[in-house]
């Protein structure tokens, strides 16, 4: 059973323009939720990540907004740079357990 | 500071062997957690160590087995390796092990042949 589900697969969006990646979720006690970025030959870093008391987090360029009552939520990249090109992963944990990762969007920014 | 340090790098086994994982935490984080990622399955929680005492596991058969030594250093023992098996193995460590602090190593990436 997947309990994130992730989409799009993958994304190539132009320099400049905004980058858009969706999951939901099916567990409803999952209490936090963070979107981690993966380049080639590295591990996932964490990016930005929200709780499900706010509906929108913005870091920079990078906002989280959150549908408690949809289980959505969504990444924004917003003026979307070729090095923002990586994998990203949203994922949702809850309590002590570990991360429930979706499966992943590889974003390609053309410049 | 360094980051979390995983060894080796690269790894190449037969099917039935079996192997070993070593994972270096930051200075100072006293949870290390492994996770394991595929094309097809995506990344994978397998369990998580805190103050040398496993706290989670993971969805995994239990040929798949850790331990964390009182330095907090940690290692994964995989037993009688299958194909599927093959994986980038990734170490993640945390202060306190809440899920917010953590930080991925590079991975170990296993082929078994």
């Known amino acids: 059973q997947q309990q994130v589900k992730q989409s799009p697969q993958s994304l190539i969006v132009q320099k400049g323009g905004i980058s858009i990646i969706n999951c939901a979720y099916e567990n409803t006690a999952f209490d936090y939720f963070p979107w981690y970025q993966q380049f080639p030959g590295k591990g996932p870093a964490l990016l930005i990540a929200i709780r499900p008391d706010v509906s929108e987090k913005k870091e920079g360029r990078f906002t989280i907004s959150f549908n408690k009552s949809a289980k959505q939520f969504s990444l924004h990249i917003m003026d979307s740079q070729p090095g923002d090109s990586a994998t990203y992963f949203c994922a949702a944990s809850w309590g002590a357990d570990g991360l429930t990762f979706g499966k992943g969007t590889h974003l390609i920014i053309q410049p | 500071k360094a980051g979390v340090t995983q060894t080796p790098r690269y790894l190449i086994k037969t099917r039935g062997q079996q192997v070993t994982l070593s994972c270096s935490p930051i200075s100072g984080h006293r949870s290390v957690s492994w996770y394991q990622q595929t094309p097809g399955q995506g990344l994978q929680f397998l369990f998580e160590y805190f103050s040398e005492t496993q706290r989670n596991k993971g969805n995994f058969p239990g040929r798949f087995s850790g331990r964390q030594f009182s330095n907090s250093r940690s290692e994964m023992n995989v037993s009688t390796l299958e194909l599927g098996d093959s994986a980038l193995y990734l170490c993640?460590?945390?202060?306190?092990?809440?899920?917010?602090?953590?930080?991925f190593g590079s991975g170990t990436q296993l082929s078994v042949l």
């Open positions: 993640a460590s945390s202060p306190d092990s809440r899920v917010e602090k953590l930080f």
